[in-house]
């Protein structure tokens, strides 16, 4: 149990355009999930927090018109980056929660602007 | 601000040895305390999760939590080249109920054959 799964994997995309990228809990409801930034050689920097039906909670400096959240359901949350630039290239991860207070994290989508 | 502190290594130790990871974290109300291991490219990996002061076994993992000194602690035993990755140590903080963690900055470990 506890799969998170996330898509696109990978993505390629033009300088100014958005990318949408989905993450799915597959085994349980997810009532937090979280969203993730990680650049080369470095630690895992959280973004923001998404709640169903609620909107998200953005941590300091990242910006929330930018970084578009929606957990429309127990199971799903979506993040688009909008007017991507090379400085977003990155690994993006989400995680989900579950009442045990564990979070199990997907595989994470890595985003190249170009 | 709340703080995970890590070596950041790298670790090195040889196949069959006992590695030992360290933790400290600033936030003394913290109930809820976990190690993931990420290998590199990949996205982290849950291994142990503890809440209680003293041991944790699962396999040839030991998690160690000291609430009194702010202190959690990862033994492998008989440590495999495939054990070799970045190993995070995670404190949810207190007083949260929508589990939000932080991260220290890892431990490189490297299990030499």
């Known amino acids: 149990g506890a799969v998170v799964s996330q898509h696109p994997s990978r993505v390629i995309c033009k300088s100014g355009t958005s990318v949408k990228i989905e993450c799915r809990s597959l085994?349980?409801?997810?009532?937090?999930m979280f969203w993730y930034r990680q650049f080369p050689k470095q630690s895992l920097m959280l973004m923001a927090t998404?709640?169903?039906?609620?909107?998200?909670?953005?941590e300091q400096g990242v910006e929330k018109d930018k970084f578009l959240i929606n957990h429309a359901s127990l199971t799903l949350s979506t993040l688009t980056v909008t007017s991507a630039h090379p400085e977003d290239s990155s690994f993006y991860i989400c995680?989900?929660?579950?009442?045990?207070?564990?979070?199990?994290f997907g595989p994470g989508t890595r985003l190249t602007v170009l | 601000q709340k703080e995970v502190e890590q070596n950041s290594g790298p670790l090195s130790v040889p196949e069959g040895a006992i590695a030992s990871l360290n933790c400290t974290y600033s936030?003394?109300?913290?109930?809820?305390f976990f190690w993931y291991r990420q290998y590199s490219g990949k996205s982290p990996e849950l291994i142990m999760s503890?809440?209680?002061?003293g041991d944790k076994e699962d396999g040839r993992f030991t998690a160690q939590l000291n609430k009194a000194s702010q202190y959690v602690s990862l033994l492998i035993r008989d440590s495999q080249p495939s054990d070799s990755a970045t190993y995070l140590c995670?404190?949810?903080?207190?007083?949260?109920?929508?589990?939000?963690?932080?991260f220290g900055k890892g431990t490189l470990l490297t299990v030499n054959p």
């Open positions: 995670a404190v949810q903080e207190s007083g949260g109920s929508n589990y939000k963690l932080t």
């Open positions: 503890i809440y209680s002061n």
């Open positions: 998404s709640n169903e039906g609620s909107k998200a909670t953005y």
């Open positions: 995680s989900a929660g579950r009442v045990s207070n564990e979070q199990f």
């Open positions: 085994d349980f409801q997810a009532t937090t």
């Open positions: 936030d003394r109300g913290s109930q809820s």
